[in-house]
C-alpha cells in the first residue's frame, strides 16, 4: 500500500490553457473523491465515484470540468479553458466501501493560472 | 445548502495552554471526523465519532460529537509546536449526499 498518488505536485499555466490532473487511489479502494482547497480554507468537494460511475457532481463543477474514472482504478480531472480563479491546490481522496470510513488523501496538486 | 462552521478560524497560543476547537451546522451527521493538515499535503485522520454524545481521547486530544449530531469539539491539553497545523472537522452521511462536508477550519500555532 503506497497511498493516494497524484500527479503533478505542481502545475503553472497560463489562463486559456488545458490541464490535467492524475490520481491512483488505494488500490483496494472503490471510492474515491476529488476536492479543491484555497489557502487557509476547507477542502470543497467537486466530484465523487463509486467504482466507475461518477454518482456525484458539485454545481461549484462547471462545465470547464470534467472528471473520469473509466476502469475504477485511476482518476482525471480536467480543466479546459483555466482562469485565474481555478487555482488552488486539487485533492484526491479514496476510501473503502464501509459506512463512516476515513478517507485517505493524496498530497495534492497546486494548480498557478498566470 | 449544508455548511460546518469551524471557531475559532485563527489561534495562537504559548505551548503548554489549553485549546478548544468548535464545529458547528445546522445538519445532522452519521458521522463526524476531525483531520489535520500539514503545509502542502493532504489532511490526517485524527479521529472517527459516530454516536450522539460520545467522547473520545487520543492522548492529549479530546473529540467529542454533539447529542444531537449536529456539533463536535476538539479540545488540547498542554498544546506543543507539534500539534500546529491546520484543523478540519468533516461531516458525513447526511441524507442525500455521499460527500465528506469540509469544515472552514482552524489554523493552530503553538509557540515555544
Known amino acids: 500500500d503506497t497511498g493516494v498518488s497524484q500527479d503533478p505536485r505542481h502545475k503553472i499555466t497560463k489562463r486559456g490553457q488545458n490541464v490535467t490532473f492524475r490520481c491512483d487511489p488505494i488500490?483496494?479502494?472503490?471510492?474515491l473523491y476529488w476536492y479543491r482547497q484555497t489557502l487557509g480554507q476547507g477542502p470543497e468537494f467537486l466530484t465523487y465515484f463509486q467504482n466507475e460511475a461518477q454518482l456525484e457532481k458539485s454545481r461549484l463543477l462547471s462545465d470547464r470540468f470534467s472528471a473520469e474514472r473509466p476502469k475504477g482504478s485511476f482518476s482525471t480531472l480536467e480543466i479546459q479553458r483555466t482562469e485565474q480563479g481555478d487555482s488552488a491546490m486539487y485533492l484526491c481522496?479514496?476510501?473503502?466501501?464501509?459506512?463512516?470510513?476515513?478517507?485517505?488523501f493524496g498530497s495534492g496538486t497546486q494548480l498557478s493560472v498566470l | 445548502t449544508q455548511l460546518l462552521e469551524q471557531s475559532p478560524q485563527f489561534l495562537s497560543i504559548q505551548e503548554g495552554e489549553n485549546l478548544t476547537v468548535y464545529c458547528n451546522s445546522s445538519s445532522v451527521f452519521s458521522s463526524l471526523q476531525w483531520y489535520r493538515q500539514e503545509p502542502g499535503e493532504g489532511p490526517v485522520l485524527l479521529v472517527t465519532?459516530?454516536?450522539?454524545?460520545e467522547v473520545k481521547k487520543l492522548k492529549r486530544l479530546t473529540f467529542q460529537f454533539g447529542d444531537a449530531r449536529k456539533d463536535s469539539s476538539l479540545h488540547i491539553t498542554a498544546a506543543q509546536p507539534g500539534d500546529t497545523g491546520l484543523y478540519l472537522c468533516a461531516g458525513s452521511g447526511s441524507s442525500g449526499t455521499y460527500k465528506y462536508i469540509f469544515g472552514t477550519g482552524t489554523r493552530l500555532k503553538v509557540l515555544a
Open positions: 488500490s483496494e479502494h472503490n471510492r
Open positions: 481522496a479514496s476510501r473503502a466501501g464501509a459506512t463512516n470510513e476515513k478517507l485517505f
Open positions: 465519532v459516530v454516536t450522539g454524545g
